[in-house]
């Protein structure tokens, strides 16, 4: 099977040229094409000699996953329902803010976290995705992006699945999106977001690099909490917090609490106020991101009225706390994530 270039990061491909007897500037010529020239053929690529590109074209490939389904939203939004290789298909949106383009990466195929105001994991995870995958999800975009002279500039591991369900994976993609050689986007505007594994979260405290990190926290306290999300029941507060605390004592960056405002479930003044005690007491240095919820006919949860979520915002920027409300985008679409792909593939029972 032919080896895609596009789940190198540079210092891995340099070592693997490097290994097969090439300078040790092939590889960033090659990325150069790929990612500077978006030429992805390799009989192209002109100032590598022929006899490597033969090598290249018997071993290695750049494959790109098909888009199998696009809706495009009035706002902008770009949602694409992608197919790779063989046959699994995943969700991507682009979301365009005034501060740039920014894409919602999948990280699985489906998900086990189970949480339970959830479109993405209505269906249940059928493999990782590879490193070249979520490279690929990227590229797309920036390929439906480029006739408007336009390219992503920020990235979230928001979309369907657990990042650090597939740790390495993910991380090789994230250095690769970080790459001024490949993607180049900012460390700052790239973000990984978990739903709570403790070992992740931890471990990517000390891999010394300045991509953010986001924890799908949702609510106050224990109790709420494992009513919606399972994983809290395996790493309740009292193994989260300390992690946590680790995280931000060996990167020294600040966390954002993700928080989906559930009308009459997590949403409430003492919520807030519980919300504010759970960040002072434990001398976590973090913002919460509140998320207007978007409806998914198949769960029971509602969004949150308006008036509830600025009496929120309210409670924890008067103590301290910051705090904004997520930006809505594909109204008109199939906006909550995964609903694309549950709708497509069909939800399994
Ligand atoms: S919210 Fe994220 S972690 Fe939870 S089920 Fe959905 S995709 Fe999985």
């Given at each position: 099977m032919k080896k895609n270039i596009?789940?190198?990061?540079l210092p891995k491909l340099t070592e693997e040229f490097l290994a097969l007897g090439?300078?040790?500037?092939r590889a960033k010529q090659v990325f150069g094409w790929i990612y500077?020239?978006?030429?992805?053929?390799?009989?192209?690529?002109?100032?590598?000699?022929k006899d490597f590109r033969n090598v290249l074209n018997s071993d290695y490939c750049v494959e790109l996953p098909k888009i199998f389904t696009k809706q495009e939203s009035n706002d902008g939004t770009i949602k694409v329902l992608l197919e790779m290789g063989d046959g699994a298909k995943v969700e991507s949106v682009l979301m365009p803010y005034n501060y740039g383009d920014a894409v919602c990466v999948s990280?699985?195929?489906?998900?086990?976290?189970?949480?339970?105001?959830?479109?993405?994991?209505l269906l249940r995870k059928e493999r990782n995705l590879t490193t070249a995958e979520m490279v690929g999800e990227v590229l797309i975009m920036d390929s439906l992006l480029e006739p408007l002279g336009r390219k992503v500039t920020h990235i979230d591991?928001?979309?369907?699945?657990?990042?650090f369900d597939n740790y390495d994976n993910v991380l090789d993609f994230v250095k690769i999106a970080n790459d001024p050689f490949a993607l180049e986007i900012g460390a700052r505007h790239i973000t990984v977001s978990t739903c709570g594994l403790c070992d992740g979260i931890k471990k990517y405290g000390k891999e010394g690099i300045q991509i953010n990190l986001a924890l799908s926290?949702?609510?106050?306290?224990d109790e709420l909490r494992q009513q919606i999300m399972p994983i809290a029941k395996a790493y309740p507060f009292s193994k989260l917090i300390p992690a946590l605390q680790e995280y931000s004592a060996d990167s020294g960056r600040r966390l954002t609490f993700e928080y989906i405002m559930l009308r009459d479930f997590n949403d409430t003044l003492d919520c807030a106020k519980q919300l504010v005690s759970f960040i002072r007491d434990n001398n976590l240095f973090a913002y919460v991101n509140l998320i207007p919820y978007n409806e998914?006919?198949?769960?029971?949860y509602r969004r949150s009225e308006k008036t509830r979520v600025n009496a929120f915002v309210d409670y924890l920027k008067k103590n301290g706390i910051n705090c904004t409300v997520r930006k809505e985008f594909g109204?008109?679409?199939?906006?909550?994530?995964?609903q694309l792909r549950s709708k497509q593939v069909g939800v399994k029972s």
């Open positions: 596009l789940g190198y990061t090439q300078s040790k500037f500077g020239k978006k030429v992805y053929s390799f009989d192209a690529m002109t100032d590598v000699s990280s699985q195929v489906g998900c086990n976290m189970g949480c339970a105001f959830c479109a993405s994991g591991v928001m979309g369907t699945g657990e990042p926290l949702h609510a106050p306290n998914v006919k198949e769960k029971p109204g008109d679409i199939d906006a909550a994530c995964g």
